[in-house]
């Protein structure tokens, strides 16, 4: 007897843009995708693990993780993902893509948390996790074809990182495209063209001085990485028109949690730049890719 159906879909976990979290914020960038039947976790910031669960995920089922770059509102949570993941239940191999640095910090996580991992596998008889996890160095081209699925990723533009990618999911009847975080990039444009939803990073220009009041500890510093190495939600606007893409979904929010704005601001932003179908990224947020 068959099991239900997957449907394809992209549920965007954590929409915000930068590490911190206020009352009423939304979460660091998370995402979930499902194609072919495949549960496909890209990036890990602070709340994956709540927004996985909140999908319906069983956490023992996780088997395939992609992180863009080593920033922490990208991979902050990936070891405590795969650690709760082993606790309920996860004994198959989970693969991890991504740059360079990532399974140093893994060992990282491993030593901090040797004496519950040895504890558990002595007391409890479970698999020892440090056994489950395979890390793969991700560089420009194709990443992996898997399952029907096949991974490319281009190299982005945000500075001081040079590691920092955009990755390209594409099945014989869907194609996804994450821009992870990046200045205008006309390489985008090729890389997402046709997708049937390209994800992509954007700030508010207008919010961005109350921005910087809020965050309180930055300088000048702050502002000029935001104006080098990230989007406007026009540009990013341009970039989908260019590539010809059927949606857009914007995502990586810059700011997320000012109540002074909302969803009829992004809007307005992209407004004489994309006329298609416009998704506001929202924690939570389900896309259909049907």
């Given amino acids: 007897m068959k099991g239900p159906v997957v449907r394809d879909y992209v549920a965007l976990l954590g929409t915000k843009g930068g590490p911190a979290i206020r009352p009423g914020s939304s979460m660091p960038t998370s995402n979930l995708l499902c194609l072919n039947g495949r549960q496909i976790v ?24 992609f992180i863009s770059h080593l920033h922490s509102d990208h991979y902050l949570e990936l070891g405590p993902l795969l650690h709760t993941a082993w606790t309920a239940g996860l004994k198959t191999p989970v693969d991890v893509y991504g740059p360079d640095g990532l399974a140093a910090y893994w060992d990282g996580f491993l030593a901090s948390m040797k004496a519950d991992i040895d504890i558990r596998v002595d007391d409890e008889g479970r698999p020892d996790l440090r056994d489950l996890v395979i ?36 099945t014989e009847t869907r194609h996804v ?71 857009l979904a914007l995502s990586h929010l810059i700011p997320s949690d000012d109540p002074d704005y909302g969803s009829e601001d992004w809007r307005k932003a992209v407004d004489g730049h994309w006329d298609g179908l416009l998704i506001v990224g929202q924690d939570g947020k389900r896309i259909d890719l049907a």
């Fill in 42 to 65: 890209v990036d890990c910031g602070l709340g994956v693990t709540r927004g996985l669960v909140d999908q319906r995920m069983q956490l023992k089922d996780l088997s395939l993780i």
């Fill in 135 to 170: 890390f793969h160095s991700v560089d420009a081209g194709e990443v992996v074809i898997r399952d029907g699925i096949r991974v490319t990723a281009i190299r982005t533009e945000h500075p001081p990182l040079v590691d920092c990618f955009a990755y390209s999911f594409r």
């Fill in 177 to 247: 495209v994450f821009s992870g975080d990046t200045a205008p990039l006309a390489a985008l444009e090729e890389f997402a063209r046709g997708a049937d939803l390209l994800i992509h990073e954007a700030m508010l220009e207008t919010a961005l001085p109350a921005l910087m009041q809020r965050v309180g500890n930055g300088s000048d510093k702050l502002m000029a990485h935001w104006l080098r190495s990230h989007t406007f939600a026009h540009d990013a606007a341009q970039t989908a028109t260019r590539a010809g893409v059927k949606r």
